[in-house]
């Protein structure tokens, strides 16, 4: 099993430009979530999805955030228009409903500019 | 609301001693309690986790935790560390298993000392 995989695994870019980051969970898994880390705050839960739905987007930091799940094998998590304070390391993780474990991807580390 | 608190944002101690990460939780309802390991540049990988049942966990590499009701604690112990035991540590909580999203503590930083 390759686990969940995020990709890019870094991004440099520039304020106000668009980013994505990509998530593929594990297969079979039918809950996704987001999280991201930074110093301030440690990890905080983004949004998460159960069977490709939006369950709870209450720590989507604000509007310029937007998350999809096109289907059960991806998902993105777009910042439109970047800003620095988004710097931080976002994690994607995915679990089956009904077992407890989430399992993590290695991350993204953002860096905006 | 839920709240997740590690006590001590570091932690030293020499090898194979013993060591206790602290965490204590806050939640209105039954929880899930989970302990996972950040080693550097990595992802988190699950240690244990206690949903219900024995109140003492075991999980990977050694580590165990108690989950103490009256106290809302769940502290992880490991009775002799190693030098690749040196990591990020964080205690999570969840109402709903692994079906709702995690809340976290801050996470302490285990430091293993030669």
């Known amino acids: 099993d390759a686990g969940v995989i995020q990709s890019p695994r870094h991004e440099v870019t520039e304020m106000g430009q668009e980013v994505t980051l990509r998530c593929k969970p594990i297969?079979?898994?039918?809950?996704l979530f987001w999280y991201r880390q930074t110093m301030m705050r440690g990890l905080e839960l983004l949004i998460y999805?159960?069977?490709?739905?939006?369950?709870?987007d209450s720590g989507m930091p604000e509007d310029r955030f937007s998350a999809k799940m096109p289907n059960a094998s991806f998902s993105t998590l777009k910042i439109q228009p970047s800003e620095p304070r988004d710097s931080a390391v976002y994690f994607c993780?995915?679990?089956?409903?009904?077992?407890?474990?989430?399992?993590f991807g290695p991350g993204t580390r953002l860096l905006v500019l | 609301a839920q709240s997740v608190t590690q006590l001590d944002s570091q932690v030293p101690v020499f090898e194979e001693a013993p060591v206790e990460l602290r965490c204590n939780y806050s939640?209105?309802?039954?929880?899930?309690l989970f302990w996972y390991v950040q080693y550097p540049n990595q992802g988190l990988q699950l240690l244990l986790k206690?949903?219900?049942?024995?109140?003492l966990v075991k999980g990977i590499n050694g580590f165990e935790a108690e989950f103490n009701k009256s106290q809302t604690s769940f502290h992880l112990r490991k009775p002799s560390v190693h030098i690749s035991d040196t990591a990020e540590y964080f205690c999570?909580?969840?109402?709903?298993?692994?079906?709702?999203?995690?809340?976290f503590g801050k996470g302490t930083h285990l430091i293993i000392q030669p």
């Open positions: 993780a995915s679990s089956y409903r009904g077992q407890e474990t989430q399992y």
């Open positions: 297969s079979g898994h039918n809950s």
């Open positions: 999805f159960n069977n490709n739905v939006p369950i709870d």
């Open positions: 939640s209105s309802v039954s929880v899930y």
């Open positions: 206690y949903l219900s049942g024995s109140t």
């Open positions: 999570a909580v969840s109402s709903g298993g692994g079906a709702d999203g995690l809340t």
